[in-house]
């Protein structure tokens, strides 16, 4: 059996159990199982983040500015775009067929005999997610490496990655969403997401909204650890646009790092480069000592974000982002206007549920001058024609396209009779992951054929 067959059969097991989407305040059952592996997630500095949007890429930022140190780094991110390894990065690429399916064979023991003392409680089984998080930390421990960045998949307190303990715990922008499972208002959620600050941890948030300011600075005093806010102890100083992204300086938390280049769009990316860098800072010389300005300029160089503003197509020029909030949705608008010298955008949008779709659309609205509603290759899809409909109530022109190759031939089409005009393909991780796909395949790049 080849090594990419055992791994896509370990995908297959975890796809057999509870989704992704199943998720319960139960962070012990995931604990239970590394205690046994004898906590894998132990052996590794981590580097802790969370936040509602842009989570992803500040995590990809830190990563690759601390492989720019010559540090051996682990990423696991979620959801994944094309291929589940994508979720663990070892040095920047995906983990090893082999090592994936290695680190299943050494943890299917445990996993058996915990799923056992669960049903024997009347409790469910370990699910996707949980084990998903502790194939990670075993991958991550045998690779070996020296940090890993470790990307909440919801909320934080409960969260399966809140077993392991961050020596720096980072807070992108807090919002609304997943409002049926972390709380209705942001002081709420901000509260959940507060329970991965752990006992003397350095802590580095984005400029949040006051209420959820309060709570970070209440969860830091009561843990003992330091605390650093974007706009008061770093931050994005200047940010001007460059070819193929943005040239930036930051003040950190320790030092001063000006005209670096980013090769990311949209001034939230260079927020959240800002970000990056207070973290790495705050765990290399505990925020007291500025890191080399060659090593910062090279980790922001190569930094990468599949999927957020990933430019896939030319002539016309064709976008994907993974916007799936409002939040997520308004940062790409405004991305939008000034990145990019184009009139007017079409937007496919493909929404799953569960997600506001009408508070994305109101965000989408604003800045796209025509909608080509679809689904994305999902059980939990949103119906075009619901999408459709929040459309046409904000006077956007719309049609409905039964699959994503429908919708973006569309939307191709339309945007090719005008080099003023250009596409965007948002609304969900899924729908990214799939256009992506989509554009290789067709070869957007080599223009539109009719």
């Known amino acids: 059996m080849s090594d990419r067959t055992r791994a896509d059969a370990v995908y ?50 830190i990563e690759s500015l601390l492989r720019a140190l010559g540090l051996r780094t682990g990423l696991f991110t979620s959801p994944h775009l094309e291929r589940f390894t994508e979720r663990i990065l070892i040095d920047g690429e995906p983990v090893a067929d082999a090592a994936v399916a290695d680190a299943w ?69 807090i919002d609304l969403d997943h409002t049926d499972r972390l709380g209705s208002t942001i002081r709420e959620i901000a509260t959940v997401k507060a329970g991965i600050i752990k006992d003397g941890a350095a802590v580095v948030s984005a400029a949040q909204a006051p209420e959820a300011a309060a709570v970070l600075r209440e969860a830091a005093a009561a843990r003992g650890a330091s605390i650093a806010f974007a706009g008061h102890e770093f931050g994005l100083e200047v940010q001007t646009l460059a070819v193929g992204g943005q040239l930036i300086s930051v003040q950190g938390v320790a030092g001063t790092y000006p005209e670096l280049y980013l090769p990311l769009y949209g001034a939230h990316q260079g927020a959240n480069a800002a970000l990056a860098v207070a973290a790495v800072e705050s765990l290399i010389g505990g925020g007291s000592q500025p890191l080399n300005a060659d090593v910062v300029a090279d980790g922001l160089g190569n930094a990468t974000s599949p999927g957020r503003l990933q430019l896939v197509g030319t002539a016309p020029t064709v976008l994907v982002d993974a916007a799936h909030n409002p939040h997520g949705a308004r940062a790409l608008v405004a991305a939008l206007d000034e990145a990019f010298d184009i009139d007017e955008w079409g937007a496919v949008v493909g929404i799953l549920d569960g997600k506001d779709a009408v508070g994305i659309v109101d965000a989408l609205a604003g800045g796209v001058a025509r909608v080509f509603a679809t689904a994305p290759d999902s059980d939990r899809a949103t119906d075009p024609d619901a999408v459709a409909d929040i459309a046409e109530e904000r006077d956007l022109p719309v049609t409905v396209h039964p699959s994503l190759e ?28 799939e256009a992506l796909r989509l554009s290789e395949l067709e070869n957007w790049k080599a223009g539109w054929q009719a």
């Open 12 to 61: 297959s097991a975890l796809l057999e159990r509870q989704g992704e989407q199943w998720v319960q305040p139960r962070v012990e059952r995931t604990r239970r199982v590394l205690e046994l592996l004898d906590d894998p997630q132990r052996t590794y500095r981590v580097v802790h983040v969370t936040g509602t949007n842009g989570k992803t890429s500040t995590s990809r930022i």
């Open 406 to 433: 429908d919708a973006a031939d569309a939307a191709r089409e339309w945007a090719s009779a005008s080099d003023r005009r250009a596409v965007v393909i948002a609304g969900s991780v899924v729908l990214a992951g």
């Open 105 to 173: 064979d050494e943890i299917q023991p445990f996993v058996e005999m915990v799923d056992a003392e669960l049903t024997a409680a009347g409790d469910a089984p370990l699910t996707f997610f949980e084990l998903l998080t502790v194939l990670a930390f075993v991958a991550c421990a045998d690779a070996p490496i020296d940090v890993l960045v470790l990307e909440v998949g919801m909320g934080g307190a409960w969260d399966s990655t809140n077993t392991a303990d961050g020596d720096v715990a980072v807070f992108t922008p």
